[in-house]
């Protein structure tokens, strides 16, 4: 319990120093990108700590550990005449650290469900993630938040869940669109994070048009409105 409390304390200190200080950074810069929170989401094991060091920083480590709370890197990409700052929130996929991650998923812009193709209980627990996201980042409507499916460790000798399996899902829950990946050796990584991005784009586009016109009349009675959250609200 002490150890669990220590981690906690130094997770938080750490996140507190680095988050902060990647934001000042970002404005001290003067970028005129934007920043978008990124949420990684797996069973423990399935390689998301590789995938986010592959797209960041193109590296793979073959003894790489299982991430403890949270972590994130940041990424810079363009999109078109865009610019987009990705900060990529790798988190533990273990239950006991349940607590420590659950609040980071707030004020997500995309979340990424990623799974191994040798492990059919970790593709199993895809929908376990995206409920639990759903509740702790406090989604109202799942259909205009922009999610991604990895089938992360396409370079294993045998693979157990089939494309056709994870893609079926796929359109089954939402038409989320799906990538099959190999942190080891970069297969499809980058596409797959750019995805996240084009996928945000595109359902903020859509809303954009469905959003009901008012005419060019104003009315100075009338009180503001206050916002609501979700993309088409």
Request: overall charge neutral; hydrophobic content about 35%.
């Amino acid at each position: 319990m002490q150890a669990e409390k220590l981690v906690q304390q130094n997770l938080v200190a750490f996140i507190l120093k680095h988050l902060f200080g990647c934001v000042y950074e970002h404005k001290q810069m003067g970028s005129k990108s934007k920043l978008l929170k990124v949420v990684l989401l797996g069973d423990g094991g399935v390689g998301k700590s590789s995938l986010m060091n592959r797209f960041v920083s193109n590296k793979f480590d073959t003894q790489s550990f299982h991430t403890i709370g949270v972590e994130f890197l940041n990424k810079e990409i363009s999109i078109g005449s865009e610019s987009y700052t990705m900060q990529i929130w790798d988190t533990a996929g273990q239950e006991r650290f349940k607590s420590l991650r659950t609040p980071f998923y707030r004020g997500a812009d995309c979340c990424l469900l990623t799974y191994a193709v040798d492990d059919v209980k970790s593709f199993e627990n895809v929908s376990m993630w995206k409920k639990e996201f759903l509740y702790y980042a406090d989604i109202d409507d799942e259909s205009t938040f922009p999610f991604v499916v990895i089938g992360n460790k396409i370079d294993v000798g045998q693979r157990l869940v089939s494309y056709n399996t994870a893609s079926e899902w796929c359109e089954k829950n939402g038409h989320v669109p799906y990538f099959e990946t190999s942190a080891k050796d970069s297969t499809n990584v980058e596409v797959a994070f750019t995805a996240a991005v084009k996928r945000l784009k595109d359902l903020e586009d859509k809303c954009a048009e469905v959003k009901p016109s008012h005419g060019n009349t104003v009315d100075l009675n009338k009180k503001k409105e206050s916002q609501s959250t979700g993309c088409c609200n």
